[in-house]
C-alpha cells in the first residue's frame, strides 16, 4: 500500500479543517484523509450528512453552519474545508449566502463545478432520482444548474481533479477526459487558486495518496505542488 508523505505540523495557533464527503458517501470515505489532517497538526471535523435527502442549499446550511458552530466553540482562529464532490457546492452556495471573517482555504476532490453531463442524461430516470436525491439532480450543466448559478469564489480554493475512470459507460456519456462522474473541464472554477490533476478515479480521489499530499500542501500555502507533475 502506498504510504502517505506527512508535512511537518501546522503552525501552533489553532486551525480547524472540516471535511465534507460526497453525494451517496458517508464520513468514512474521508477517513484516511481525516487521520493526515490530524498528523499534520489540524482540528478535523468529518462531517456526515444526508446527502440524498435534501436541496444543495438546505444541505448546506445544515451541515456546514453546525460545523462552523462547533469550530468556533473550540477557539479555532482559522476555518479550512476539504470536500468531496458534492461537498464542494454544498461549501459555493454557503458562502455565496454567508460570511465567515476566519474562513481560510478550500480544497475541492473532484467537484462538479460546472455540473456533470450525466446529471443531463440521466437525471431523468426513476433509478437515478431514487439514488441521489434532491441534490444529486440540482447537479446538471445548464445554465440554471445549481453550480452554475453560484458565481465566481472570493476566497482561495484549489481544486484537485482525477483522469482516470472505473466506469466505461459513464465515461462515454462525458466529454473528454473525466474520472468517470465529472470532466476534468467542468471542475473548474472561476476565481480559483490553483488546479491540478492527478491520476485518480472519482469515488476513490479522497484516499489518494498524492491527492492528500497535495491537500496539505495547499491548506498550508495556497498553491498546489505542480514540480513532480
Given at each position: 500500500?502506498?504510504?502517505v508523505?506527512?508535512?511537518s505540523?501546522?503552525?501552533?495557533?489553532?486551525e480547524?479543517?472540516?471535511?465534507?464527503h460526497?453525494?451517496c458517501?458517508t464520513s468514512?470515505?474521508?477517513a484516511?484523509?481525516?487521520r493526515a489532517?490530524?498528523?499534520?497538526?489540524?482540528?478535523?471535523q468529518?462531517?456526515?450528512?444526508?446527502s440524498r435527502t435534501?436541496?444543495?442549499?438546505?444541505?448546506?446550511?445544515d451541515a456546514?453552519?453546525?460545523a462552523i458552530?462547533e469550530?468556533?466553540?473550540?477557539?479555532t482562529?482559522?476555518?479550512?474545508f476539504?470536500?468531496?464532490?458534492?461537498?464542494?457546492?454544498?461549501?459555493?452556495?454557503?458562502?455565496?449566502?454567508h460570511?465567515?471573517?476566519?474562513?481560510?482555504r478550500?480544497v475541492?476532490?473532484?467537484?462538479?463545478?460546472?455540473?456533470?453531463e450525466?446529471?443531463?442524461?440521466?437525471?431523468?430516470?426513476?433509478?437515478f432520482?431514487?439514488?441521489?436525491?434532491?441534490a444529486?439532480?440540482?447537479?446538471g450543466?445548464?445554465?440554471?444548474s445549481?453550480?452554475?448559478?453560484?458565481?465566481?469564489?472570493?476566497?482561495?480554493?484549489g481544486?484537485?481533479?482525477?483522469?482516470?475512470?472505473i466506469?466505461?459507460?459513464?465515461?462515454?456519456?462525458i466529454p473528454?477526459r473525466?474520472?468517470?462522474?465529472v470532466?476534468i473541464?467542468?471542475?473548474?472554477?472561476a476565481?480559483?487558486?490553483?488546479?491540478?490533476?492527478i491520476?485518480?478515479?472519482?469515488?476513490?480521489i479522497?484516499?489518494n495518496?498524492?491527492?492528500?499530499?497535495?491537500?496539505?500542501?495547499?491548506?498550508?500555502?495556497?498553491?498546489?505542488?505542480?514540480?513532480?507533475?
Amino acid at each position: 500500500m502506498a504510504t502517505v508523505a506527512i508535512l511537518s505540523p501546522a503552525c501552533s495557533a489553532p486551525e480547524a479543517v472540516i471535511l465534507l464527503h460526497g453525494l451517496c458517501r458517508t464520513s468514512h470515505s474521508l477517513a484516511r484523509m481525516e487521520r493526515a489532517l490530524a498528523a499534520a497538526g489540524y482540528s478535523v471535523q468529518n462531517v456526515s450528512y444526508p446527502s440524498r435527502t435534501a436541496s444543495i442549499q438546505q444541505l448546506a446550511d445544515d451541515a456546514i453552519g453546525k460545523a462552523i458552530t462547533e469550530s468556533q466553540r473550540d477557539g479555532t482562529t482559522k476555518i479550512h474545508f476539504v470536500t468531496h464532490s458534492l461537498g464542494g457546492i454544498m461549501v459555493r452556495s454557503y458562502f455565496a449566502r454567508h460570511s465567515l471573517p476566519s474562513l481560510g482555504r478550500v480544497v475541492m476532490l473532484a467537484p462538479p463545478n460546472q455540473g456533470s453531463e450525466l446529471v443531463d442524461k440521466l437525471g431523468w430516470t426513476f433509478v437515478f432520482k431514487w439514488l441521489n436525491g434532491p441534490a444529486g439532480n440540482e447537479l446538471g450543466t445548464d445554465t440554471n444548474s445549481v453550480p452554475n448559478r453560484l458565481g465566481p469564489v472570493t476566497y482561495p480554493v484549489g481544486v484537485i481533479a482525477g483522469d482516470r475512470s472505473i466506469n466505461w459507460i459513464n465515461s462515454l456519456l462525458i466529454p473528454g477526459r473525466d474520472d468517470g462522474k465529472v470532466s476534468i473541464k467542468r471542475t473548474r472554477l472561476a476565481g480559483m487558486s490553483d488546479h491540478i490533476v492527478i491520476h485518480a478515479t472519482h469515488p476513490f480521489i479522497m484516499k489518494n495518496p498524492e491527492a492528500i499530499r497535495q491537500t496539505i500542501q495547499f491548506l498550508r500555502t495556497g498553491t498546489f505542488d505542480h514540480t513532480t507533475r
